[in-house]
């Protein structure tokens, strides 16, 4: 884990930083680090579809934000390093499309509603910026959506009951008619992501 992770989480919460160490052991030791991180999926495969809870407790499905672009990954809060820097990157691509952010909802998704409770998320996703939206729900919502998107997770066990999560990483955009506009590998630099957005929501306004 970079000093700079070790910075975010300490900032976010102590105990996010010892079980996010804990977690980048327990994978390194299972030997799956990034076993999941690839995304193979044809976009066709993917159904874009969720309903999951706001850190209110709120239902919410992808149908709320008809209209707009949807920018989502899935994650967990002690994540050792992926999700960090997913979320730095979502949120340089939030500050570079700049006005045109409106046409956009960030979402982060969590695969482990065990731990990630919706104020836990809430004080997560607002660290790296406030228009994040971090969402979680009972463990077979969860699951239904990450199948849906065909996002592979899996529980990786350690001692006295403590585990980490490895999981595919990457952001998925869907676009206002709620279909999957594109996957972006984990990666991809943010000015990529954000020319392309920027692409597209001009295409939109100009109706082409």
Same mark, same amino acid.
């Given at each position: 884990m970079?000093?700079?992770?070790?910075?975010?989480?300490?900032l976010v919460s102590?105990?996010?930083?010892?079980?996010?160490?804990?977690?980048?052991?327990?994978?390194?030791?299972?030997?799956?680090?990034n076993a999941l991180s690839g995304n193979d999926a044809d976009d066709e495969q993917i159904v874009p579809r969720y309903l999951l809870q706001d850190p !209110? $407790?709120?239902?919410? &499905?992808?149908?709320?934000? *008809?209209?707009?672009?949807?920018?989502?990954?899935?994650?967990y809060t002690y994540c050792p390093d992926i999700c960090p820097t997913t979320l730095v990157e979502m949120a340089e691509v939030l500050k570079l499309l700049a006005d045109d952010a409106?046409?956009?909802q960030p979402i982060f998704i969590t695969v482990?509603?065990?731990?990630?409770?919706?104020?836990?998320?809430?004080?997560?996703?607002?660290?790296?910026?406030?228009?994040? !939206? $971090?969402?979680?729900? &009972?463990?077979?919502?969860? *699951?239904?959506?990450?199948?849906?998107?065909?996002?592979r997770y899996a529980k990786v066990p350690g001692s006295e009951g403590n585990y980490a999560v490895d999981h595919a990483a990457g952001m998925i955009l869907l676009g206002p008619d709620?279909?999957?506009?594109k996957k972006y590998a984990?990666?991809?630099?943010?000015?990529?992501?954000a020319e392309?957005?920027?692409?597209?929501?001009?295409?939109?306004?100009s109706g082409s």
């Amino acid at each position: 884990m970079s000093r700079r992770w070790l910075l975010v989480l300490s900032l976010v919460s102590p105990l996010a930083l010892g079980q996010a160490q804990h977690s980048l052991e327990l994978l390194q030791q299972a030997g799956q680090r990034n076993a999941l991180s690839g995304n193979d999926a044809d976009d066709e495969q993917i159904v874009p579809r969720y309903l999951l809870q706001d850190p !209110l $407790g709120r239902a919410v &499905s992808n149908e709320d934000f *008809r209209g707009r672009f949807q920018l989502i990954a899935f994650g967990y809060t002690y994540c050792p390093d992926i999700c960090p820097t997913t979320l730095v990157e979502m949120a340089e691509v939030l500050k570079l499309l700049a006005d045109d952010a409106s046409h956009l909802q960030p979402i982060f998704i969590t695969v482990d509603p065990e731990r990630d409770s919706g104020r836990v998320l809430k004080t997560y996703t607002e660290f790296f910026d406030r228009r994040i !939206l $971090g969402l979680t729900g &009972s463990a077979q919502l969860v *699951r239904r959506a990450a199948d849906n998107f065909r996002i592979r997770y899996a529980k990786v066990p350690g001692s006295e009951g403590n585990y980490a999560v490895d999981h595919a990483a990457g952001m998925i955009l869907l676009g206002p008619d709620g279909r999957v506009a594109k996957k972006y590998a984990y990666g991809t630099a943010p000015q990529d992501i954000a020319e392309h957005l920027a692409a597209l929501i001009r295409r939109r306004q100009s109706g082409s």
